[in-house]
């Protein structure tokens, strides 16, 4: 092997371990959500129910056998985000193996371009295993019994206007019975750092409800 070909194929390499890096990117992001879920609120609901089975009236046994219980929704989830992450991998490593081999291929033959190839099919399958997450994550969400806390669109648009009303139209304010809120932002609306911290909060929502 030249010293041409091997610099192409170190390339090559190191290419392919940023595209997986976008990868684990991804995942950190898309999965954050059920990731929180799994070391946040299972963990503290397992902990608060096991500390509930230390009961002095209660013989060892019973209380090895309650904390025992306590974990078995942890368990059972952690188990679940394993396996189906587990999959998740051994597809993209079969995949990217797929393409490993054709590269061998047409390195033998001497193909020309045969780095390029394997980059193309390897950043197919990388975005292939991207565009997946969503769906995996959505997944989870549905298995785990995870709430999407994002505001809905109506909460938004009263929101907007709510804040419109407070910067703006402080007589519509009075007339609808928010004095108490008039109150509450008047600080905030007569110090320049906070109105325009607000007024920067109200271009958003102009923004948002903007088709």
Known sequence: MDHFAVTEEQI?????RQKLDEVNEAAQTHLAPIQDHVNFTLQKAYF???HECFDRSRRQEEISNCVENCSVPLSR????????????QER??????????KYEAAKLQQKPGAVNDFLSCADLSI??????????????KASFGIK????????????????????????????????????????????????????DLLISCHDAKSP
């Not at 993209?92 to 081999?101: A, G, P, T, Y």
């Not at 975005?127 to 989870?140: A, R, S, V």
């Not at 009303?165 to 320049?192: Q, T």
Request: charged share 25%; glycine share 4%; hydrophobic share 40%.
């Open 48 to 50: 608060k129910c096991a």
């Open 77 to 88: 989830v952690q188990q679940t985000f394993e396996s189906e992450m587990a999959q998740f």
């Open 148 to 199: 999407d806390n994002r505001p809905s669109l109506v909460y938004l648009v009263l929101f907007c206007y709510f804040l419109n009303v407070l910067l703006y139209d402080v007589d519509l304010a009075r007339s609808s019975g928010h004095m108490s809120h008039i109150r509450l932002f008047k600080k905030w609306v007569r110090n320049p750092n906070y109105r325009g911290r607000l007024e």
């Open 92 to 101: 993209l490593n079969r995949s990217l193996m797929v393409c490993k081999d």
């Open 12 to 16: 090559a390499s190191l290419r392919l």
């Open 127 to 140: 975005q292939d295993g991207i565009k997946m997450l969503p769906l995996l994550t959505n997944k989870f």
